[in-house]
């Protein structure tokens, strides 16, 4: 008898653990494109940096009918701590910049009490691209830019709005 015992057991273990790998996620987003705005750094209550700035990314491809055609997309990115404080530093309007980081949805209720919500990339690394494009910088990686360890959660407030300390983790 506990001998079966012990076997369901095991299988009870082992399905679990199936379903738990077959639940798996991964959230990585990479990123190449340019600033379309200037970025806006502002500090949560206790001094850590957050910086908001958009980019566009750019697709060409031929249609079916032989015609060119051109899609950008517009998506918001925000970052945290010293990389915050470089991209502002570094980048303006027009800076051709790579991220690597993860899609964050944030919501919130607007002045209109409708709720809304959007997606957002929260920048866990980036580097500097060689392009005319916007402003000055280097035009490699600065090694002391930031990693995935200074990054900071997605905002839950309104986004391009304040960050409270309460919605980083560190």
């Not at 697709?59 to 701590?81: I, S």
């Not at 303006?92 to 959007?118: A, C, H, M, N, Y």
């Not at 060689?130 to 200074?150: H, K, N, S, V």
């Amino acid at each position: 008898r506990r001998r079966v015992v012990r076997n369901a057991i095991r299988r009870m273990q082992h399905a679990r653990q199936a379903m738990d790998d077959l639940m798996a996620s991964f959230n990585k987003i990479l990123l190449m494109g340019n600033l379309t705005r200037d970025p806006q750094l502002s500090y949560t209550p206790s001094q850590t940096a957050v910086v908001d700035f958009g980019l566009a990314t750019n697709r060409k491809w031929t249609a079916q009918d032989g015609a060119q055609r051109d899609e950008t997309c517009f998506v918001d990115c925000r970052a945290f701590g010293r990389m915050a404080e470089n991209i502002n530093k570094f980048f303006k309007k027009g800076k051709p910049i790579f991220v690597e980081g993860r899609l964050s949805f944030d919501q919130w209720t607007g002045q209109d009490g409708v709720k809304r919500s959007k997606h957002r990339v929260t920048v866990e690394n980036f580097t500097f691209l060689p392009g005319t494009g916007g402003g000055g910088g280097p035009d490699q990686a600065d090694p002391g830019q930031g990693g995935y360890d200074e990054a900071g959660p997605p905002a839950q407030g309104r986004p391009g709005g304040p960050v409270s300390d309460d919605e980083i983790p560190f």
